[in-house]
């Protein structure tokens, strides 16, 4: 299975800087070793490099990240209307 460049553009759209650090931290923390360059590198559309293990764990970290979004900004209206 490939990705399009498009769709891994995407992705790496929606993560934030540092991401390819928390990707490997994340993964070290289940046992699996990649250096942070090999993660940047899968996560590039310009890059040949693909790998399924680290693309699920951006896709993990991405829907994370935009929950946690997506709840700040609750938190904020909600301040705002009690004000």
């Not at 693909?50 to 929950?67: F, S």
């Amino acid at each position: 299975m490939r990705l399009s460049k498009e769709s891994l553009a995407e992705l790496r759209k929606k993560l934030s800087r540092g991401s390819a650090r928390q990707i490997r931290v994340r993964l070290m923390d289940k046992g699996i070793r990649f250096s942070q360059q090999y993660i940047s590198n899968c996560l590039n559309p310009d890059h040949p490099d693909y790998n399924p293990i680290i693309i699920e764990e951006a896709i993990k970290l991405g829907e994370e990240e935009a929950t946690q979004m997506y709840e700040l900004h609750h938190r904020i209206k909600l301040l705002n209307n009690s004000i």
